[in-house]
């Protein structure tokens, strides 16, 4: 399963203070999201990631068991050898609580893009935390999807904009 297609992608942040932005991704297999994990973002700059700078963007890996860090820590080996004399940052820990972070930080990407929004239709903002679709369309609204599967959704959401006219204007 793609990480854009998941049930449930929620940003989180890790307590007490200070906090790490983090996403509570379930279920997948713990291979393929490391894969994910890896070809998303630099693991080579130390803390933060592009523009944003602190501790919180920092990048980790959350493990929920000697299984996973074990997966963790040989994920991170190999990327290393690739990294070419680069450091790799990756911190791999012990996954403890988590706690969601406010509802503004909540599918963030999703919020930004009205039309998206218009497509799943008013909703409480439980129902919205909940809904699998609106996981997906943050998702895809983050470009965390494979180029292929980022391609299909576009080309869906461009065919519902033309044949919908509330759409038409946004």
């Keep these: 399963m793609e990480l854009c297609e998941q049930q449930l992608v ?14 509570a991704i379930t279920p997948s297999p713990f291979r393929q999201l490391l894969d994910v994990f890896w070809s998303s973002h630099d693991y ?6 592009g523009p944003d700078v602190g501790d919180q963007y920092r990048s980790i ?20 050898i690739k ?9 791999i820990k012990q996954l403890g609580t988590f706690y969601p972070a406010e509802p503004e930080h909540q599918k963030f ?6 039309f998206l929004l218009q497509l799943i239709g008013k909703l409480s903002e439980e129902e919205f935390q909940k809904s699998s679709l609106a996981s997906k369309l943050n998702g895809y609204a983050a470009e965390l999807c ?13 065919g519902l904009r033309k044949g919908w ?3 038409k204007e946004v």
């Design 10 to 23: 929620t940003l989180v942040d890790q307590k007490p203070i200070p906090s790490t932005e983090a996403w």
């Design 44 to 49: 080579t700059q130390e803390d933060g990631q």
């Design 61 to 80: 890996i959350f493990t929920n068991g000697t299984q996973e860090s074990r997966l963790a820590a040989v994920s991170k080996e190999r990327e290393q």
């Design 83 to 91: 990294s070419k004399g680069k450091i790799v940052t990756t911190e």
């Design 109 to 114: 990407e999703l919020r930004r893009e009205e």
């Design 146 to 158: 494979p180029p292929n599967i980022q391609k299909q959704i576009e080309k869906k959401i461009e």
């Design 165 to 167: 006219p509330l759409l």
